[in-house]
């Protein structure tokens, strides 16, 4: 039944898939990437030789073509067909497909398709219409789909059938609007703008099933657009979401999932917006707000009884200067240089902050570490227990733990030297 159907469509395919390719020298070959054995289609080489048709019964691995006189080649694929491989480590083919002029109306895009499709094609260039598209099916993802070309067009698309998004762009000089209807399918928006240089357009979609924004913005070093990425509540990973990037815009977004917030806004030198976030499932926060140079306003996070981890949240972060007294660090366990401007070093036990309670009380504190003040906070010393009452919390023999009245004491020793010449010297 496949075969009599796909016939059927095919002879419904009436726009091609049209391509610009590049010849540099007399008798260059061009070498097309592999189509699936289903494919059923016409090849119009532009240079007045004879048209190449594939169908079930010819093989339609890297077929190719050489053309007599350098220059500029349009090539038309009429007909129905899969890429299966989009000419991985071919670099002088790749370098020669410089446009896409139309997606016509018979590129599938399915399960089965190439998970790369025109990645590291470093010349091309798309000028089809926005709003024309390849002809996603159940399950197609773009992964990679523009990663490392020369793509900067504005997309007007219809994702309904798409699955993933991820490095779709990344290592482009994009810079137009990019506007995805029926997302719903989504799963991951990962990299998807990552190492976008020059990208700053506002993002809206409607994410249902989107699991992960990990590194989506990660050194879109001039994006600082507004983001609605609405009905997020199944995200879990926001690992360095904007990190690297000018981001400075109000975020609102549905964090009741999410279990990493580690480096999301990691050297976003512009950040400076209050967050109102649900944190109760957040285990991981190291290196949030490192190299935030700006951020300095109010965290309103539900609850941090789940968090572990947060080594190097507010380092290099030297306006920072806000109340963190009310969270729950009860389960934190890694905390080096959490905040250097309170005056920790790197405790790589954290026993001042978050390895010992206090005396006669299960609840630590981050108050313990950081107290809002308008001079620079200095370190409180941890309570001591009294020796009448040893505790399995209490400074061990070896703890590096600096006793307040140890100045004193090594103050007093050290006068000893003098002393003794001052007695010799009178004499």
Same mark, same amino acid.
């Given at each position: 039944?496949?075969?009599?159907?796909?016939?059927?469509?095919?002879?419904?395919?009436?726009?091609?898939?049209?391509?610009?390719?590049?010849?540099?020298?007399? =008798?260059?070959?061009?070498?097309?990437?592999?189509?699936?054995?289903?494919?059923?289609?016409?090849?119009?080489?532009?240079?007045?030789? +004879?048209?190449?048709?594939?169908?079930?019964?010819?093989?339609?691995?890297?077929?190719?073509?050489?053309?007599?006189?350098?220059?500029?080649?349009?090539?038309?694929?009429?007909?129905?067909?899969?890429?299966?491989?989009?000419?991985?480590?071919?670099?002088?083919?790749?370098?020669?497909?410089?446009?896409?002029?139309?997606?016509?109306?018979?590129?599938?895009?399915?399960?089965?398709?190439?998970?790369?499709?025109?990645?590291?094609?470093? @010349?091309?260039?798309?000028?089809?219409?926005?709003?024309?598209?390849?002809?996603?099916?159940?399950?197609?993802?773009?992964?990679?789909?523009?990663?490392?070309?020369?793509?900067?067009?504005?997309?007007?698309?219809?994702?309904?059938?798409?699955?993933?998004?991820?490095?779709?762009?990344?290592?482009?000089?994009? =810079?137009?609007?990019?506007?995805?209807?029926?997302?719903?399918?989504?799963?991951?928006?990962?990299?998807?703008?990552? $190492?976008? +240089?020059?990208?700053?357009?506002?993002?809206?979609?409607?994410?249902?099933?989107?699991?992960?924004?990990?590194?989506?913005?990660?050194?879109?070093?001039?994006?600082?657009?507004?983001?609605?990425?609405?009905?997020?509540?199944?995200?879990?990973?926001? $690992?360095?979401?904007?990190? @690297?990037?000018?981001?400075?815009?109000?975020?609102?977004?549905?964090?009741?999932?999410?279990?990493?917030?580690?480096?999301?806004?990691?050297?976003?030198?512009?950040?400076?917006?209050?967050?109102?976030?649900?944190?109760?499932?957040?285990?991981?926060?190291?290196?949030?707000?490192?190299?935030?140079?700006?951020?300095?306003?109010?965290?309103?996070?539900?609850?941090?009884? @789940?968090?572990? $981890?947060?080594?190097?949240?507010?380092?290099?972060?030297?306006?920072?200067?806000?109340?963190?007294?009310?969270?729950?660090?009860?389960?934190?366990?890694?905390?080096?240089?959490?905040?250097?401007?309170?005056?920790?070093?790197?405790?790589?036990?954290?026993?001042?902050?978050?390895?010992?309670?206090?005396?006669?009380?299960?609840?630590?504190?981050?108050?313990?570490?950081?107290?809002?003040?308008?001079?620079?906070?200095?370190?409180?010393?941890? +309570?001591?227990?009294?020796?009448?009452?040893?505790?399995?919390?209490?400074?061990?023999?070896?703890?590096?733990?600096?006793?307040?009245?140890?100045?004193?004491?090594?103050?007093?020793?050290?006068?000893?030297?003098?002393?003794?010449?001052?007695?010799?010297?009178?004499?």
């Amino acid at each position: 039944m496949w075969p009599s159907l796909l016939l059927f469509v095919s002879s419904a395919i009436a726009l091609p898939f049209i391509t610009t390719w590049r010849t540099n020298t007399t =008798n260059e070959t061009i070498i097309w990437p592999s189509l699936s054995a289903q494919s059923l289609v016409t090849v119009d080489w532009g240079d007045n030789t +004879p048209n190449l048709t594939i169908n079930a019964s010819t093989s339609a691995s890297n077929f190719s073509h050489t053309y007599a006189a350098a220059g500029l080649h349009n090539v038309s694929v009429l007909g129905e067909f899969r890429w299966t491989s989009n000419l991985y480590g071919n670099g002088a083919t790749k370098s020669s497909l410089v446009d896409i002029v139309s997606w016509g109306d018979g590129f599938l895009v399915d399960a089965n398709s190439d998970t790369h499709l025109f990645y590291n094609y470093p @010349n091309l260039r798309v000028s089809a219409s926005p709003f024309t598209q390849p002809v996603f099916l159940p399950g197609a993802h773009l992964g990679k789909m523009f990663w490392a070309t020369s793509f900067n067009s504005p997309l007007n698309w219809d994702l309904i059938n798409v699955t993933s998004v991820n490095n779709m762009f990344q290592y482009t000089p994009l =810079n137009k609007p990019i506007n995805f209807s029926n997302t719903q399918g989504l799963t991951s928006l990962a990299l998807m703008f990552a $190492n976008t +240089p020059n990208f700053s357009q506002p993002i809206t979609m409607d994410i249902p099933n989107v699991v992960s924004f990990d590194r989506m913005f990660y050194f879109a070093t001039s994006f600082n657009q507004p983001v609605t990425l609405t009905n997020s509540q199944k995200v879990t990973n926001m $690992n360095c979401m904007f990190c @690297n990037s000018s981001f400075n815009q109000p975020v609102n977004f549905d964090t009741r999932a999410v279990t990493n917030m580690g480096s999301m806004f990691e050297n976003a030198v512009k950040f400076n917006q209050p967050l109102t976030f649900d944190t109760s499932s957040v285990v991981y926060m190291p290196n949030m707000f490192n190299g935030a140079s700006s951020f300095n306003q109010t965290l309103n996070f539900s609850s941090t009884a @789940n968090v572990t $981890n947060v080594i190097r949240m507010f380092y290099n972060a030297p306006l920072f200067e806000q109340d963190l007294a009310s969270w729950n660090a009860s389960s934190v366990t890694i905390c080096t240089e959490f905040c250097p401007r309170c005056g920790l070093p790197a405790f790589p036990q954290c026993n001042d902050f978050c390895g010992a309670s206090p005396p006669n009380t299960n609840q630590k504190n981050m108050s313990v570490c950081y107290a809002p003040s308008t001079s620079t906070p200095t370190r409180q010393p941890t +309570p001591r227990i009294p020796s009448a009452a040893p505790s399995p919390l209490a400074p061990s023999a070896t703890s590096t733990e600096v006793s307040p009245a140890e100045p004193a004491m090594r103050a007093s020793l050290l006068s000893w030297p003098l002393l003794v010449v001052a007695v010799f010297a009178s004499v």
